[in-house]
């Protein structure tokens, strides 16, 4: 790989020195960095400065310095363009990202090297409907949430799965999420934990006013249409909990499987589990002599 772009969280603790060091680092070994100009000026390093379409198009590998929030936004950003994306974790949990800080630069070595694979996930689409016309479109890796407002009142969601009606819930919101978004959202609200290779969709309901209510695996391929019936209170959709849209009664949230895939660089044999026992804290086992 010749050319890096480098996406930067810059409120992150110690994020410039990083940058800098790791960038320096790649151009003395002849490779090129691409920072977005706005943020290349913030860090001091101008000289690394590029328009957003350049970052994106140009760039072979992108760099992200952050937590699984930067993750999200920077696999929205190359989308389209198909580029594999590296995280660089300065977060807290760190689902998405690959590499600890101290590991940085040997990561990168192993890099230059080719020694890394590709790994694909599902990304998801919604789209919302108003008197038969679709009003907005938005792409997310993790999840679509639709959810109430300020008033502390459950909203009413009808929900249909390939055009067939499953359940009218009453509930504080619903959340579609793809098998990367069922460590984030979905699982604090009791949803299933899926490995990210799978390609599926959870559909789990947020506080519903029903006991029996479970969440539901559906096959990547489905569609989900949600009606939202309440006529009180305020009601959003939610993308990756970054992006918000906000919903009227009558509105129809239809979500379903993208055809743009989100591509991680991933340079480690760790298995879904070793990566759920490592960030959740999962009993061990005894393997660690507890």
């Not at 599902?122 to 679709?134: N, S």
């Not at 009218?168 to 990367?180: E, F, K, R, V």
């Amino acid at each position: 790989m010749k050319t890096f772009g480098l996406v930067v969280n810059l409120n992150k603790k110690g994020v410039r020195e990083l940058v800098e060091k790791i960038a320096c680092w790649l151009e003395d070994r002849g490779r090129t960095v691409l920072i977005n100009e706005n943020t290349a000026r913030a860090l001091g390093l101008s000289r690394f400065s590029g328009s957003q379409e350049q970052v994106v198009e140009r760039s072979q590998c992108i760099l992200v310095f952050g937590g699984d929030g930067t993750m999200l936004r920077a696999a929205r950003m190359v989308a389209k363009s198909g580029t594999p994306i590296i995280g660089i974790n300065l977060g807290h949990m760190g689902f998405l990202t690959e590499i600890d800080v101290p590991e940085a630069l040997p990561a990168l070595e192993n890099i230059l090297e080719g020694h890394y694979h590709i790994e694909e996930r599902m990304m998801l689409e919604a789209q919302v409907y108003r008197q038969g016309r679709a009003i907005e479109n938005m792409l997310g890796l993790n999840d679509s949430v639709i959810a109430k407002g300020a008033i502390s009142r459950p909203i009413h969601l009808k929900t249909y799965i390939n055009d067939e009606y499953v359940n009218g819930y009453h509930a504080d919101g619903l959340i579609i999420a793809s098998p990367t978004g069922s460590t984030a959202y979905s699982l604090s609200a009791g949803g299933p934990l899926t490995p990210p290779g799978y390609d599926l969709m959870l559909v789990t309901p947020i506080c519903p006013h029903s006991l029996w209510v479970r969440p539901v695996v559906v096959p990547p391929d489905s569609v989900v249409r949600v009606e939202l019936i309440s006529n009180h209170g305020e009601a959003m959709l939610t993308v990756d909990g970054q992006f918000g849209f906000s919903l009227r009664p009558n509105d129809k949230i239809v979500v379903g499987r993208s055809q743009r895939k989100a591509r991680f660089l991933r340079l480690m044999d760790r298995s879904f589990f070793e990566v759920l026992r490592k960030k959740l804290g999962f009993d061990d086992g005894g393997q660690n002599g507890a």
